[in-house]
């Protein structure tokens, strides 16, 4: 029988992408949208999915407990996947305060409401970051789901108080839930903050890239779909009370993927420009899924070769996306982060 989902966060970049690939891949399942659209969320990027009468998209925020209560009495979801969050590392050490609100007490709010009304299962959707970082001359290191958590930023922190919780939850009342942590993602809808999306668009406009520090801080970059493909299965036959790493060893330096960009775009390195370094900085992250491949089964099935060409495509064919997000209110952030460097 077909189940009825809750995304929170839908209206952004993973969320969004999740949503498509659950109402394609399930068309008995009704999917449910929670979403406040912040900065970071977008209806336009749900626009095919509102024509789906199996989706629906409800404005709201997971902080507002009174409201997710009245929706969740009424849909009685089968599951809860926790997408919504504040994301970006460098708006954490600018303002810390509004990821403790939605990352922490949203995440609180929600599983309350889940547990007040028996909702039979949750799932937090969370990140590799909240390991802290491995340093680049061992090459030999890589996350485990017990390696201790050492977060470096107000987002990783916020992100690793809002796991130690549903842990807690599990451990203390027995609550359904499972955690994922994923490594870097990329690929369609995402938000032209983070960096290769930036990177895509200044090279499109002839304007400076912007690399922070030396440009050697290594990320593990994972297909989108891949990532949504991961919590397909975690949310089905995954361990409750289990923590999952998601990643495809497929470490790359920043400079060597904003080359990459360059050359594929047929733009010159001069635009490459080293800006002051991120504080806190994290060197490199690694993540061993040997786990949800051994338990589950998941193995990536984009190549970063492939994944990185259908993306700078995607940005190509979609420049309506990105142009009205980079025409408002996050021109003023970008002014703010970048007018100086
Ligand atoms: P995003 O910033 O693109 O989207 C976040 C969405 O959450 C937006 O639509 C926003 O409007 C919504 N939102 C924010 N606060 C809310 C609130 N209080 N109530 C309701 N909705 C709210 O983020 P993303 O990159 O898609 O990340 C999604 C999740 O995956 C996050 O939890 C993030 O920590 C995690 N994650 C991201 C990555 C990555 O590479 N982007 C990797 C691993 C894990
Ligand atoms: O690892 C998972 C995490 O990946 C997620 O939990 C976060 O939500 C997501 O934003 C992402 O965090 P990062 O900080 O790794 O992503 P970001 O795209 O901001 O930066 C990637 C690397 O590129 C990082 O080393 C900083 C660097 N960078 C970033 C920007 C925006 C630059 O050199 N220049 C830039 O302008």
Not at 46 to 59: D, I, V, Y
Not at 89 to 113: A, H, W, Y
Not at 161 to 168: C, E, F, K, R
């Amino acid at each position: 029988m077909g189940k009825t989902i809750i995304v929170t966060g839908g209206a952004g970049f993973i969320g969004g992408n999740f949503v498509y690939y659950m109402l394609n891949k399930y068309p008995d399942y009704k999917i449910i949208c929670v979403d406040c659209l912040t900065y970071a969320g977008n209806l336009s990027t749900l626009k095919e999915a509102l024509k789906n009468p199996n989706f629906r998209f409800e404005k709201l925020n997971i902080c507002d407990k009174t409201g997710v209560k009245k929706l969740f009495e009424e849909v009685k979801p089968d599951i809860v996947v926790n997408f919504a969050a504040e994301s970006h590392v460098d708006r954490s050490i600018e303002g810390p305060e509004v990821f403790v609100d939605t990352n922490i007490k949203g995440t609180q709010t929600l599983m309350e409401v889940c547990r007040e009304l028996n909702i039979p299962r949750y799932h937090q959707v969370s990140t590799d970051e909240v390991y802290g970082d491995l340093p680049l001359d061992r090459p030999d290191l890589f996350f485990t789901e017990t390696t201790p958590i050492h977060a470096s930023s107000p987002y990783s922190a916020s992100k690793a108080s809002a796991d130690l919780l549903v842990l807690a939850y599990c451990r203390t009342y027995k609550f359904p839930a499972t955690i994922s942590r994923c490594s870097n993602n990329y690929g369609p809808y995402h938000f032209p903050e983070k960096l290769i999306p930036l990177m895509i668009i200044n090279a499109l406009a002839d304007k400076p890239l912007p690399v922070y520090g030396d440009g050697l801080n290594v990320r593990d970059w994972l297909y989108v779909e891949d990532h949504c493909k991961a919590i397909d299965l975690i949310i089905h036959n995954g361990k409750i009370g289990e923590v999952y790493n998601i990643g495809g060893h497929n470490e790359m330096a920043n400079i060597d993927i904003v080359k990459l960009i360059l050359k594929k775009l047929d733009k010159p390195e001069s635009l490459i420009t080293f800006v002051e370094d991120r504080k806190g900085h994290d060197r490199r992250y690694a993540i061993d899924p040997t786990k949800i491949h051994e338990e589950l089964g998941w193995l990536p099935e984009t190549k970063f070769a492939d994944g990185i060409e259908k993306t700078i495509d995607w940005y190509l064919n979609h420049k309506d996306w990105w142009q009205e997000i980079i025409s408002g209110e996050y021109q003023n952030y970008y002014e703010k982060m970048y007018g100086g460097k």
